[in-house]
């Protein structure tokens, strides 16, 4: 009998990017993902941030419903800056929907799962490492996360017919009913990491919620099967380009960038 042990698996990371939102917080015009920052689309930011992560070998993109074919052709114009494996799958109504056709991808020997918004071109390459060895550390659950610098207030849940909770732009005064310790408040980034099965199970588990139950990211879905999710520190500049001053941030970071990089 042999007592060579095996060879350790190499590293597998999977990251799955929903890119199937319309963009309706940026205006009208095309999908958002699909609109241009200094020429070339999010999208492609976005992937080419996940594919420069050494442990990257597998990026599912998830395109809006009807355009899984033109995403795929958009991409193949777009030299990547490491090799990776580019799937396309359309996506669904909800980023969570998105997100769980995008697991339907997943390679079986992926050791960590990424989720990665579309929305956030411009996050680092080390928040994305430290996320991810985080995650081959033991976490079954990382996510990247910044102090709020705003107070933040609370409010009462909306009646029946109000606005969303999270995508309210104001309008109405809203009575204030309470405002929690900012210390004890992060904001929260992408990409979240995972343990494979931990995001397989919450996602087959609280499929198909939605409204005020469902989860605005993954890692939340995660917390209500009672498993640990841990902070990593988050990046400035893994902002979510979800309003038109966002768009204006990303061409300056992208211009600072140019100089300072030579990119
Ligand atoms: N049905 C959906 C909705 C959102 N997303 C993706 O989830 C990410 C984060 O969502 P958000 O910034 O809210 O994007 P949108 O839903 O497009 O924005 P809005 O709410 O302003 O329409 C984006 O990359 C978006 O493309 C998705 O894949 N499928
Ligand atoms: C996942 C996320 O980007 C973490 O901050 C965020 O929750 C997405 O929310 P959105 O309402 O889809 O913008």
Known sequence: MSDIAPAPAAPHTAVIIPAAGRGVRLGPGIPKALRLLNGVPILVHAVRAMAAARSVATVIVVAPPDGAEGVRALLDEHPLPRPVALHVVPGGSTRQESVRLGLAA????????????????????????????????????????????????????????????????????????????????????????????????????????????????????????????????????AFKVTRPLDLVLAEAVLARRRITDGY
């Open 106 to 237: 997943l390679p079986a020997d992926a050791d960590v799962v990424l989720v990665h918004d579309a929305a956030r071109p411009l996050v680092p390459v080390d928040t994305t490492e430290a996320v991810a060895a985080a995650v081959r550390d033991g976490a079954p659950a990382v996510v990247p996360a910044l102090p709020v610098t705003d107070t933040v207030k609370q409010i009462a849940a909306p009646g029946p017919g109000g606005t969303s909770r999270t995508k309210s732009q104001g309008g109405e005064p809203v009575p204030v009913t309470g405002t929690p310790d900012r210390a004890l408040l992060r904001a929260v980034q992408t990409p979240q990491g995972f343990a494979p099965d931990a995001l397989l199970d919450a996602h087959r588990r609280l499929a198909g919620l939605g409204g005020e139950e469902g989860a605005t990211d993954d890692a939340g879905m995660v917390e209500r099967l009672g498993l640990p999710v841990v902070l990593v520190p988050g990046h400035e500049e």
